[in-house]
T-cell receptor, first 117, second 116 residues
Framework: AQSVTQPDIHITVSEGASLELRCNYS??????LFWYVQSPGQGLQLLLK??????LVQGIKGFEAEFKRSQSSFNLRKPSVHWSDAAEYFC???????????????FGQGTILTVHP | GAVVSQHPSWVICKSGTSVKIECRSL??????MFWYRQFPKQSLMLMAT?????????EQGVEKDKFLINHASLTLSTLTVTSAHPEDSSFYIC????????????FGPGTRLTVT
C-alpha cells in the first residue's frame, strides 16, 4: 500500500523568504502526486499535480514542485512567500492503476505554514 | 472551476442520534464522490468511495452500518452517521471527481460534527 510522509508538522517563515515543504512517498511504481492547500472554512484546493513528463511542475499561486524518483520525493517550493500563503499543506498520492484503487488519494500528515510579517 | 458544497458546515447532535451530511457538486456531474474523515491536526483518511447508483465501497476498518452513504444522483451524495457517539466527533470532508478518467478531485469545505 502506498504511504506519504511529510516530515515537517509546522514551518514558520518570514514574508518574502523562500519556502520548501517536504514530501516523501512509498509506492511500488510511479504514483500520481499532488499538493493541496487547506485554509480554514475552505475546501482543499489543488496547487499542482504530477502524472508524467517534466519532473518540475508549476502550479497556481507561484508554487512549483519537483519529482525526484531516486529520492521518492515531491517537494513543494515557492521563491517568495506571501502572508496569504499561511495555511496547511497536504501532499497526496494516487496509484496509477485502475480497478478498485482508481483515484484513491492517500494524504500525508500535513504541514502547517505560518508566515511572519 | 468545479465547486463542491457541503451542508451543514457544522452540526452538534446528542449521543445516540443520527445526523446526515450532504455533499453536492454544483456545476458538474460527479459519478464518483469520496468521503474523508479528518481528526484535529491529522491527515485526511478516506472512509469510502461513493459511486452514483451503486453501493459505496468502504475502506478497511470503516463500519458501513454506522456510516451510511447514499449517492442517489450525479450531484448529490449523503453520509449519515447513525447512533452517533462522542468518538464520531470529527471533521468530515467530501470530494467529487468529474467523469472521464481525470484524477482531479474537488473538495467540499467540510462539516464539523460534534457529538455530545
Amino acid at each position: 500500500a502506498q504511504s506519504v510522509t511529510q516530515p515537517d508538522i509546522h514551518i514558520t517563515v518570514s514574508e518574502g523568504a523562500s519556502l520548501e515543504l517536504r514530501c516523501n512517498y512509498s509506492y511500488g511504481a510511479t504514483p500520481y502526486l499532488f499538493w493541496y492547500v487547506q485554509s480554514p472554512g475552505q475546501g482543499l484546493q489543488l496547487l499542482l499535480k504530477y502524472f508524467s513528463g517534466d519532473t518540475l511542475v508549476q502550479g497556481i499561486k507561484g508554487f512549483e514542485a519537483e519529482f525526484k524518483r531516486s529520492q521518492s520525493s515531491f517537494n513543494l517550493r515557492k521563491p517568495s512567500v506571501h502572508w496569504s500563503d499561511a495555511a496547511e499543506y497536504f501532499c497526496a498520492v494516487a496509484p496509477d492503476a485502475g480497478g478498485t484503487s482508481y483515484g484513491k488519494l492517500t494524504f500525508g500528515q500535513g504541514t502547517i505554514l505560518t508566515v511572519h510579517p | 472551476g468545479a465547486v463542491v458544497s457541503q451542508h451543514p458546515s457544522w452540526v452538534i447532535c446528542k449521543s445516540g442520534t443520527s445526523v446526515k451530511i450532504e455533499c453536492r457538486s454544483l456545476d458538474f456531474q460527479a459519478t464518483t464522490m469520496f468521503w474523508y474523515r479528518q481528526f484535529p491536526k491529522q491527515s485526511l483518511m478516506l472512509m469510502a468511495t461513493s459511486n452514483e447508483g451503486s453501493k459505496a465501497t468502504y475502506e478497511q476498518g470503516v463500519e458501513k452500518d454506522k456510516f451510511l452513504i447514499n449517492h442517489a444522483s450525479l450531484t448529490l451524495s449523503t453520509l449519515t452517521v447513525t447512533s452517533a457517539h462522542p468518538e464520531d466527533s470529527s471533521f468530515y470532508i467530501c470530494s467529487a471527481r468529474t467523469p472521464g478518467g481525470n484524477y482531479e478531485q474537488y473538495f467540499g469545505p467540510g462539516t464539523r460534527l460534534t457529538v455530545t
